[in-house]
């Protein structure tokens, strides 16, 4: 069962562009929603992380949605930039007993192209 | 700080082997969980061991075991390889296992069965 549905699978964005990319859960005991990075031979790297208490947040040129009556978050990477041509991840964490463990989308692969 | 380490970075193995991968956290971190990456079925959480207790579990046979030292290193062991064992292996560690905590990823261990 996919806990958490991430899409689209692959997007391609002018440089300059808005990059969106949403992600849905089901899992309402989930309380945590980070967003990570990968390049090709890295491992994920965290890039901006939400609290369903709160409904957005901003760091430098990506931004947190989140709707917590639609259990739905998304990803703006605005001025997008060649160098964040990587595949990106939605994941959810749970409450108390579960909290180490992340629960990924299937992943974002973002091309920006000049 | 040093990165979370993985050793070895690649590895080619047979069906019915088994293998021992390894895991050094970030200095100072006692939580290090375990996830197996595959193009099929993403990311998906192995389990996670802290302060040398195995805290949490994912979904996976058997044959997928870990253990965790008293310095927090962590090893993971695969016993009668498959051939759907080829996949990404990635180790996280974090400083305890709070909602918020970040986990920081290594650069995963490449196995490939033959």
């Known amino acids: 069962q996919q806990q958490v549905k991430q899409s689209p699978q692959s997007l391609i964005v002018q440089k300059g562009g808005i990059s969106i990319i949403n992600c849905a859960y089901e899992?309402?005991?989930?309380?945590?929603f980070p967003w990570y990075q990968q390049f090709p031979g890295k491992g994920p790297a965290l890039l901006i992380a939400?609290?369903?208490?709160?409904s957005e947040k901003k760091e430098g040129r990506f931004t947190i949605s989140f709707n917590k009556s639609a259990k739905q978050f998304s990803l703006h990477i605005m001025d997008s930039q060649p160098g964040d041509s990587a595949t990106y991840f939605c994941?959810?964490?749970?409450?108390?007993?579960?909290?180490?463990?992340?629960?990924f989308g299937t992943g974002t692969r973002l091309q920006v192209t000049l | 700080k040093a990165g979370v380490t993985q050793t070895p970075r690649y590895l080619i193995k047979t069906r019915g082997q088994q293998v021992t991968l390894s895991c050094s956290p970030i200095?100072?971190?006692?939580?290090v969980s375990w996830y197996q990456q595959t193009p099929g079925q993403g990311l998906q959480f192995l389990f996670e061991?802290?302060?040398?207790?195995?805290?949490n579990k994912g979904n996976f046979p058997g044959r997928f075991s870990g253990r965790q030292f008293s310095n927090s290193r962590s090893e993971m062991n695969v016993s009668t390889l498959e051939l759907g064992d080829s996949a990404l292996y990635l180790c996280?560690?974090?400083?305890?296992?709070?909602?918020?905590?970040?986990?920081?990823f290594g650069p995963g261990t490449r196995l490939t069965v033959l």
């Open positions: 939400i609290r369903p208490d709160v």
């Open positions: 899992n309402t005991a989930f309380d945590y």
């Open positions: 994941a959810a964490r749970g409450a108390a007993g579960t909290a180490s463990k992340l629960t």
């Open positions: 200095s100072g971190h006692r939580s």
């Open positions: 996280a560690s974090s400083g305890s296992s709070g909602i918020t905590d970040t986990q920081y």
């Open positions: 061991y802290f302060s040398e207790t195995q805290r």
